[in-house]
């Protein structure tokens, strides 16, 4: 294998926690631990940024050690730039979710929580579905989960359709 | 859900002592075949890791060669690297099988291979196995789920596969066993509380080893300490359990903790 195919590969554990704060109020909190496999080591972390800082850390070494020695320092730091344009890229498109339930894990429940009773009035005012109303939040989040699917489902159908229709317009 | 018994357990027991081939993973790879150790007859450290290999994958269907070669030699093995490490499996297990006769412990199904686990006891897998027993029974039947735990905890002799931490297709089993390791000293930690407390703090610092912020393994151990009239150690474990979680993830105990140490501080 060529140095330049060299691979780093992470381990993330999270960990809820349930509890009860001093008001009486329900909580949750998420604790964090991410693994640099072929190093061995290890971060514990309760902000998702600390995780990815360690990933960052963990993929300059790897670019580091894998540029020749006899390349110039002006020609390390433009292929250490790049890789790391790649990793920030990818370290955005991490779900936003996430990194909310782990920054804010109240406000991002609340925000989830809104968005469901929205999605569920939109179900019972279009399908008109009184008789099916959810008794509880499970019932309600798997039914919107199940809406959500189905309106990805609907975004790819009409993406292939238009497709078919331009073709159809061009012949 | 199944209902278990004792006769659960003794069939774990009994089919550990049946097996021809016996493997050990945890703390240090090791390999009894018929009851002899099997130790340095590998040849190249290829053949273990492919047989290590095919222990990970034991509840995959057969994997191609393919599919092997570029998980262990990462694109760059040939076939004739392949053939090497699996003759070297082979003269391990079978040493008197016949050059094209078939392997009673590699299953071939064309180019694709696994490992018949009909002869062989995995100490990973017993230690599941035992879990189970113990979690579906702690409910209703403590007394059971205490022997179970205590098989599974015996069995946990450290880290899997040490000296493969540093290859990713382990990490995901060792990753799994760890945690399950962790639930059997915890759950194994509380059962024993009121009667062993000692024995409660010895399987805690054990379950702490594993992870030094698992925050339950503290209470415990606190509550274990106040069952034996010593209040400062129990205040001493409050300490380093709230400088670990500050230390690790900048975080406070969680109330139950803060509240346990109240009413160790009041009583």
């Known amino acids: ?171 | 859900m199944i209902r278990f018994d004792d006769s659960h357990i003794e069939a774990l027991l009994e089919a550990e002592a049946k097996a021809e081939l016996k493997v050990y993973t945890f703390g240090r790879f090791n390999l009894a075949l018929n009851g002899q150790q099997i130790s340095d007859n590998w040849g190249r450290d290829k053949a273990i890791q492919l047989f290590q290999f095919f222990l990970i994958s034991r509840n995959r269907s057969a994997l191609h060669k393919e599919q092997i070669m570029d998980r262990l030699w990462e694109g760059t093995a040939t076939d004739q690297n392949f053939k090497v490490a699996l003759h070297g499996i082979n003269k391990v297990l079978e040493p008197d099988k016949k050059a094209r006769g078939n392997s009673k412990f590699m299953q071939r199904q064309g180019s694709s291979y696994k490992l018949n686990m009909e002869y062989v006891w995995l100490d990973s897998q017993a230690m599941e196995s035992f879990l189970e027993i113990g979690n579906n029974s702690v409910k209703e039947q403590p007394e059971l789920a205490l022997i179970a735990y205590q098989y599974a905890v015996n069995l946990y002799k450290g880290v899997f596969l040490p000296n493969r931490i540093y290859e990713d297709w382990t990490s995901t089993e060792r990753e799994k066993l760890q945690m399950l390791a962790l639930n059997a000293y915890i759950s194994l930690a509380e059962l024993e509380l009121k009667e062993q407390p000692n024995e409660s703090i010895r399987l805690t610092e054990e379950a702490l080893i594993i992870d030094p912020t698992w925050e339950e393994a503290y209470r415990i151990q606190m509550m274990a300490h106040m069952i034996n009239g010593n209040r400062p150690q129990a205040i001493k474990t409050f300490n380093k359990c709230r400088d670990t979680l500050k230390q690790e993830f900048g975080i406070e105990p969680l109330p139950d903790t803060l509240q346990l140490l109240q009413r160790i501080q009041t009583a």
């Open chain 1, 1 to 171: 294998m060529s140095k330049q195919d060299q691979t780093s590969s992470f381990l993330l554990r999270f960990t809820q926690k349930m509890f009860e704060d001093e008001k009486g109020e329900a909580n949750v909190q998420w604790r964090g631990k991410i693994t640099h496999v072929q190093g061995n080591e290890h971060k514990n972390f309760s902000e998702l940024k600390d995780a990815i800082d360690f990933i960052q850390e963990k993929l300059s070494t790897l670019t580091l050690s894998s540029i020749e020695s006899d390349v110039s320092e002006e020609e390390k730091e433009g292929i250490l730039t790049k890789s790391m344009e790649i990793w920030k890229r990818l370290a955005k498109s991490y779900p936003k979710m996430m990194v909310q339930a782990i920054k804010d894990p109240k406000a991002q429940v609340a925000q989830f929580q809104e968005q469901l009773t929205s999605k569920a009035g939109e179900i019972s005012d279009r399908l008109q579905l009184e008789s099916y109303r959810p008794t509880n939040k499970s019932d309600l989040k798997e039914l919107s989960d199940q809406v959500l699917q189905l309106t990805d489902i609907i975004g790819k159908l009409k993406k292939k359709v238009d497709k078919i229709d331009k073709k159809i317009g061009k012949s």
